[in-house]
């Protein structure tokens, strides 16, 4: 079981956490006036799932409960970056 | 060539003199039992030391062909050495230590070890090859469960008991800077090394003592013992865990470490999460392959050093001994110190060899290369080592074979920067260069430890906390001197025969069958024959399947390749997995008065609520004609705070939020982002920017971090805040047509008239001289309703003064069920019960409620796609047509081709109605009021139910507008 960073508490065990999907860009929203059924599908349930860097969303339930991205590569684990969701710290 | 009977050992002839390096207790002797026989060991005897020492040879019946076993590598991995003790199955005989009155039995022997009749098997062995079940099998299938049914009684293992058990298990974390996994000569320098340099280590060692190959050595080998072991006592930054297994290596070094033999703990589990881990996992040696190699009386070299050296125990009376190697000249001169009679020594490095082992029972004879044979009633085979590379393996590394050495070898450049490997899985030396190697590879651990922690205390974070004192800088690295590995000769199968996987009793020969049926890769071969599948997980066999799958094929063994080693290392149980039993249960503060009043309780997901006091059709009455009250503590509070929240009400439900007044509330639901109903509850609003809001009772944690996500992620901007108050209050909903004179027999500063204080809105007062209680004219019941949240300590207060004050009126308690059948009477469906994790929002009734004409909200554009679809099921009502029959819930409801149309959602019989009532989810064709369907039971049975209005009493809701 890997150590995650969170941003707020410092590494903690990833079973603390909750995975929220793909971040950026591969998890965007589509806005809903205009979201095509084949662009929500791809919101809803495809993901890009890169083997290499990967954004994505954490939930740190156990701890802080704070949602935030985190950069991770997939194949090795190492974390990158973090940033708290809505900026700081 | 005359072949001499074997004179069956006395009780006590199998014992020998005191030994220098033995680990029994000559002082004290322990009664046991042995089939039901009584005989003795000592303190410090294996179960299997002592059968040895009194004599017996055939421990065990083999898995398919019931073949007499006895010891062969007097260790834990021993396959011939699982036994049953008391009521506990499959005990590691060689491993688990004699204690007094243990009933010992042989496992899988019927009628007994002596005369076994699924020994025939053994003559039918053809009927047991690999995939004989596969090909056996197949049809017809209806009678798989005879088949299996006769099967099982030839499998082996031991019986578990129907009881279940008292044994505690355990878990505990512990956060070391280094974990050594092995607890031989470099293991223990590399604790000692570790530790000197300011590491706090963690040893962890799979057998009862310290020591490895050390313990059964010479004068020269227990000094270095007795030197380490002071060692390792002298530094307090060093935990010892004996009987213990560093099961696997998962990411940043989180290691399960299995420890057995505890005060008071069957089995505990330690979690460790180490900053560097070294594995010392030294060698185990390997069985050879060949005609006989199971017989009773064939050992490896180690087995009967262990047995002659730690428990003074006299494997054999004449020996042969195939060596290829020091360990196994070291085993012919135990045995011959000991006085038994060496008969003959085989020296593979010589190029001499053995045929096979012959003798009925256990080995009588032994057939040497050219012909020649021995009589001897023990053969001893030292023909070299598998490296248990697991640990190793889990963190990145392939082994690779390497022919000079005939053994997979780790290659230490490939591991990552936080695991290090020391001592014999690494190559040979004598005991100064491991003690030596281990040192360095210790010092080397603690220096990359010390860099780990740097690394993490440098994460940046937002808490400003005291932290722990950061290690000093790096020195530079270790050199860790190279372990020379002498060469070694292959020697895997003389290909005579015999068996390759000794627990799952699979041959050579079945080997070679299935290499030429095509199972040519070595996972497959694994798969196939379940060689290497049984209790030692392969760590016998692999080697010896990849041998002869490499002949087979021709190819070589690193171009065959070996299997994957996956966690755990060693077997755990299940109970070391689960723990202590550890689920936390809520309660209402009312939950004493519930108890005394003869509540039955039901377990809502955490919660412990009343199911009902008794009656819960006697309850329901009360509520539809006086009045009842109910403990509602767990349906979820959210406090919501700040002047956004209509923004945030708007995006998570599907109905409108914008106007509603201060005093109001109102009822919404919240959809996923695939449309999927997610949960439900009013909403109130207390003041201008002060809200607070209603989820499900098992929806509560979901809903919260739901509304944080959007909160945090989509819309930091919002000023929101959200505190969960769930337990802050208990809620009581008091229910029925005498609610408002009950609830204002104790109300102050408040009036309850339907024009002051009207349906669907919310007030604050006194309630019982509790100040800022909560009060929702709203109900699930469909009747005149008051839910009144009081801070929590006053609930179990104002309950009781509810119960006083409505004596007269005739107040009822009423519990879960009740809620459920009013709730079914007035229509309400339930998220979760009437919906699934599929139902749609307009499958579920909502279709006034879901306002698509909103900008936008969550799950938005898949309900406005399932509006424009139509053609989705329907919320409906249902009734049998023989009132009398309820139809279960999850009853299929059928169309007109019998094909399945919808279910049965909720069910009851209504004491309101005096009639069976039903909600269901139903295909929109049939779904008209009036139309006639099928409602076919789970068992089978159908009968006829008329689809009616969901709201099956008081559809206008006049009840609860008064």
């Known amino acids: ?89 | 060539m005359t072949i001499l009977p074997i004179t069956r050992s006395t009780a006590t002839s199998g014992r020998l003199g005191p030994q220098p390096g033995e680990v029994i207790d000559r002082h004290r002797t322990l009664d046991f039992t042995w089939n039901g026989r009584v005989l003795q060991g000592h303190p410090g005897d294996t179960l299997a030391s002592a059968l040895t020492a009194a004599g017996e040879r055939v421990l065990s019946r083999s898995y398919k062909y019931h073949r007499p076993r006895g010891l062969s590598t007097a260790s834990y991995l021993d396959p011939g050495a699982l036994f049953q003790v008391g009521d506990e199955p499959n005990v590691r005989g060689a491993h688990r230590l004699l204690r007094e009155g243990d009933d010992v039995r042989s496992q899988n022997t019927w009628p007994s070890l002596a005369f076994d009749l699924k020994a025939v098997n053994g003559l039918a062995g053809r009927f047991l090859a690999p995939g004989f079940y596969y090909k056996t099998f197949i049809k017809p299938e209806r009678l798989w469960p005879s088949y299996e049914k006769v099967l099982r009684t030839f499998v082996h293992a031991g019986e578990i008991s129907p009881v279940p058990g008292t044994e505690v298990y355990d878990k505990r974390y512990a956060h070391p800077d280094v974990v050594v996994a092995g607890g031989g000569p470099a293991g223990m320098a590399a604790a000692v090394a570790a530790a000197r340099a300011g590491a706090s280590v963690l040893l962890v060692e799979e057998e009862h003592q310290l020591g490895g190959h050390l313990r059964w050595g010479g004068s020269a080998e227990l000094a270095a013992l007795r030197e380490l072991t002071a060692a390792v006592a002298a530094e307090p930054g060093i935990e010892v865990m004996t009987d213990s297994v560093a099961g696997a290596r998962f990411d940043d070094n989180w290691i399960p470490i299995v420890q057995r033999s505890l005060p008071g703990v069957a089995e505990r589990l330690v979690k460790a999460r180490a900053k560097t881990l070294v594995v010392a996992a030294g060698l185990i040696e390997r069985p050879y392959v060949f005609a006989g190699n199971d017989l009773p009386g064939v050992l490896l070299s180690t087995g009967v050093r262990r047995l002659v050296n730690l428990h003074a125990v006299r494997p054999g009376q004449r020996a042969v001994v195939l060596t290829a190697n020091p360990d196994g000249d070291a085993a012919a001169a135990d045995l011959a110190r000991v006085g038994v009679d060496v008969a003959a020594v085989i020296d593979a490095r010589r190029g001499e060899g053995i045929v096979a082992a012959h003798g009925r029972g256990g080995v009588q004879s032994v057939e040497l290369t050219g012909g020649r044979r021995v009589e001897a009633d023990l053969l001893v085979t030292a023909v070299g080592w598998t490296a248990p590379t697991s640990l190793l393996n889990q963190s990145g590394d392939d082994p690779v074979y390497d022919p000079r050495t005939a053994r997979f070898r780790p290659d230490p450049a490939r591991l990552p920067d936080n695991v290090l490997a020391a001592g014999g899985i690494v190559g040979e030396g004598s005991t100064d260069e491991l003690v030596a190697h281990g040192d360095a590879t210790g010092r080397e651990a603690a220096r990359r430890a010390a860099r780990v922690a740097r690394r993490l205390a440098a994460v940046p974070t937002a808490v400003t906390t005291p932290r722990p004192p950061v290690p000093q800088p790096d020195a530079a690295p270790v050199v860790v001197p190279e372990l020379v590995t002498p060469d070694h000769p292959e020697l895997f199968t003389n290909g005579t025969g015999g068996f390759v996987d000794q627990c799952e009793d699979v041959g050579l020969k079945e080997l070679r069958t299935a290499i030429r049926e095509g199972y040519d890769s070595v996972e497959l071969l694994k798969r196939y024959t379940t060689a290497t599948m049984g209790p030692t997980q392969g760590k016998l066999e692999t080697v010896n399947m990849v041998a002869v799958l490499a002949q087979a094929t021709g190819r070589t063994m690193a171009e065959t390749g070996t299997t994957t080693w996956r966690p755990m290392y060693a077997p755990v149980t299940l109970g070391a997995l689960a723990g202590r039993p550890s689920e936390p249960v809520r309660y209402s503060p009312m939950q004493p008065w519930h108890e005394r009043h003869g509540a039955v309780p039901l377990v809502a997901g955490q919660w412990i609520r009343p199911e009902h006091y008794g009656d819960p059709a006697a309850e329901v009455t009360a509520v539809r004609t006086r009045v009842g009250i109910i403990d509602v503590t767990p349906i979820g509070k959210l406090d919501l705070r700040g002047p956004d929240i209509p923004k945030l009400l708007e995006l998570l439900y599907v109905n409108k939020w914008q106007r509603l007044a201060v005093g109001r509330v109102r009822y919404g639901v919240m959809c996923a982002e695939d449309g999927v109903v997610l949960d439900d509850g009013v909403t109130g609003r207390l003041g201008e920017d002060h809200y607070l809001c209603s989820t499900t009772s098992s929806g509560a944690a979901t809903v919260w971090e739901w509304v944080e996500n959007w909160l945090q992620t989509a819309h930091p901007e919002w000023q929101v805040h959200v505190t969960p108050v769930t337990t802050a209050y208990a809620s009581i909903n008091v229910a029925g047509p005498h609610s408002r004179e009950l609830v204002g027999r104790l109300v102050e500063g408040l009036d309850l008239a339907s024009e002051a204080f009207g349906y669907m809105n919310v007030r604050s007062a006194t309630v019982a001289g509790v100040a800022d209680c909560v009060l929702w004219r709203i109900g699930f019941t469909g009747e005149l309703s008051y839910e009144i949240h009081v801070p929590a300590a006053y609930g179990l207060h104002v309950w009781e003064r509810l119960m006083a004050a409505g004596e007269d009126l005739g107040v009822t308690p009423f519990g879960v069920e009740a809620q459920r059948i009013l709730r079914l009477e007035k229509g309400h469906a339930i998220v979760g019960q009437d919906t699934d994790g599929l139902t749609q929002g307009f499958s579920a009734g909502l279709g006034d409620l879901i306002k698509l004409d909103k900008p936008d909200f969550a799950g938005k554009p898949e309900l406005a796609w399932q509006h424009e679809r139509g053609g989705h099921p329907r919320l409906v009502g249902l009734r049998p047509v023989d009132p009398t029959i309820v139809p279960p819930e999850a009853s299929q409801i059928l169309d007109r081709d019998g094909s399945i149309a919808g279910r049965i959602t909720s069910s009851r019989m209504s004491p309101t109605l005096g009639r069976a009532i039903c909600l269901g989810q139903l295909e929109p064709d049939l779904a008209e009021i009036g139309t006639r369907v099928t409602v076919r039971h789970p068992d089978g049975r159908d009968v006829v139910a008329e689809v009616t209005d969901p709201v099956h009493v008081d559809p206008e809701g006049a009840r609860q507008r008064v």
């Open chain 1, 1 to 89: 079981m890997m150590l995650l960073p969170c941003p707020w508490c410092g590494p903690r065990s990833a079973t603390e956490f909750r995975f929220c999907g793909e971040a950026g860009e591969a998890g965007a929203r589509p806005d809903p006036a205009t979201a095509t059924p084949e662009q929500w599908r791809r919101y809803l349930y495809l993901h890009a799932n890169p083997r290499g860097w990967s954004t994505e969303s954490w939930y740190h339930g156990s701890g802080c409960r704070r949602y935030f991205t985190a950069e991770r590569h997939t194949l090795t684990n190492e974390v990158r970056s973090t940033t708290a969701a809505g900026g700081a710290p």
